[in-house]
């Protein structure tokens, strides 16, 4: 195909690209989904191809690329860094800064689309274009069979195994890409951890909120919203518990003091309990009582 219907088929997924010579241009795309993710083999003949600030500016496009090297060889070039790639080698580009592709004609990628958000939800950090993962790598051999075998496969995959797959994908990019120094990756997630207390502390009244609410409103995948608080020694669902029942201790106070007869069950059902049994039964595991016998209440600080 000429380099128009080329530019055609990539812009989608990928966005826009310049050649140096048009006319010479000869190329193939051939685009799928596998697990999931939007995903295209690509090859042409020799040839300088730019994502350049106007292209950019055109297509708004703002995905992240891995690009496996199939066949031959080539570099890209992104943030001042050149990427030589060789047969099994991937390399991880953002499509929202511009990026150099050079090669000598007798190359084939396979590019893998990953959204942006999604990507640094899941991985808890975003890798920086212009980043390689080299063949001899134990995670970049098993990435790049299981992308090469997707894409060759010709049978499809139940949702629900592409799921656990596009899970397995985006595990192994974060083996390969994940940031030498530990400091950056953790300061990314202690704010995004702070940010989802902070959510949780304005919405865990409302008895119909929780995890999956929470992982939504915060734009990340639930099972990287439980791993956030399994490395902080807690669970979501253990700390949107512990602020009800403190809410609900600190109501039964007032209403011992002030001597209201306020009904324990208005007071459940404000904390964020749907019924009073099930509130009654985590009042007593966690203060040692039931509800009514409490005048004083010792409470714990939650775990978060």
């Keep these: 195909m000429n380099y128009e219907q080329w530019r055609d088929l ?5 966005g826009l690209y310049t050649i ?11 685009s799928r989904h596998i697990f999931g993710l939007n995903v295209s083999e690509i090859r042409n003949n020799k040839c300088r191809c730019e994502r350049t600030q106007r292209d950019i500016r055109i297509d708004g496009v703002d995905h992240c690329l891995a690009v496996f090297q199939v066949a031959g060889r080539s570099t890209i070039i ?37 959204p942006r ?11 920086r274009g212009g980043l390689s993962g080299r063949s001899r790598t134990r995670a970049s051999r098993l990435l790049f069979q299981l992308v090469l075998d997707a ?32 400091a950056v990756g953790s300061l990314q997630s202690d704010r995004l951890f702070n940010r989802i207390c902070d ?16 992982a939504a409103e915060a734009g990340i995948s639930l099972r990287y919203l439980q791993k956030l608080f399994t490395n ?9 518990q512990s602020l009800r029942l403190d809410q609900a201790a600190r109501n039964i106070e007032r209403r011992a003091s002030l001597k209201s007869g306020q009904p324990l069950s208005a007071i459940a059902y404000a904390s964020g309990y ?22 004083h209440v010792r409470r714990r600080p939650p775990s978060a």
């Design 151 to 182: 894409v060759e496969d010709e049978e499809p995959v139940p949702i629900l195994a592409g799921n656990y797959m596009q899970l397995a994908v985006y595990d192994l990019l974060g083996a390969l890409f994940a940031p030498a120094d530990p």
């Design 232 to 240: 902080r020694g807690c669970t979501c669902s253990g700390v949107i």
């Design 78 to 114: 992104q943030n001042d860094q050149a990427v030589a790639l060789g047969v099994g080698d991937v390399a991880f580009i953002e499509c929202a800064r511009p990026a150099t592709y050079l090669n000598d004609g007798h190359e084939q990628w396979i590019v893998l689309q990953l």
């Design 20 to 30: 140096d010579n048009p006319k010479a241009f000869a190329g193939r795309v051939r």
């Design 274 to 295: 749907r019924d009073y049994t099930s509130f009654a039964r985590a009042f007593r595991q966690r203060f040692g009582h039931a509800p009514g016998g409490a005048c």
């Design 10 to 14: 990539l812009r989608p997924n990928f």
């Design 199 to 214: 959510i949780i502390k304005d919405r865990f009244p409302d008895p119909d909120f929780g995890p999956q609410e929470i």
């Design 117 to 127: 958000q999604h990507l640094i939800s899941t991985l808890g950090f975003e890798p």
